[in-house]
């Protein structure tokens, strides 16, 4: 082997599973993760009507889930823009239909 192979070495960018899936479920599912930054920053999005705060949400998400499941490839290889713009639309639609079963249950 040439010492060039090692350096240039790329890991696969595709995994076999949907990352933003599994990001989403770890966020929600994780008790210190929810509790911590998930619950408060989409608590305050809904009070202020500003989304932007959920963008850093999902990037420490990212970060907490490669670290804590020890995931070999580097986020920024596996996940692009337009799948953290998809969940945070996921994020919010989850959560406005969570505030209507909500309203409904107390109308009921």
């Known amino acids: 082997m040439k010492i060039n192979e ?8 595709e995994l076999d599973y949907n990352i933003m899936d599994d990001i989403h479920y770890f966020m929600i599912n994780d008790p210190n993760f929810y509790r911590k930054q998930y619950f408060p920053t989409v608590d305050k999005a809904k009070q202020t009507g500003d ?5 850093p949400l999902i990037d420490a998400a990212i970060n907490q ?13 596996v996940i692009k823009d337009e799948d953290k713009e998809s ?3 996921r994020i919010i639609d989850t959560e406005a239909e969570q505030d209507d079963v909500d309203k409904e249950t107390e109308n009921a």
């Open 51 to 55: 989304s932007s705060t959920i963008r």
């Open 87 to 89: 969940l945070q639309q």
């Open 6 to 13: 090692f350096t240039d070495y790329q890991m696969p960018i």
């Open 65 to 77: 889930y490669f670290k804590q499941f020890d995931v070999k490839a580097r986020p920024d290889r």
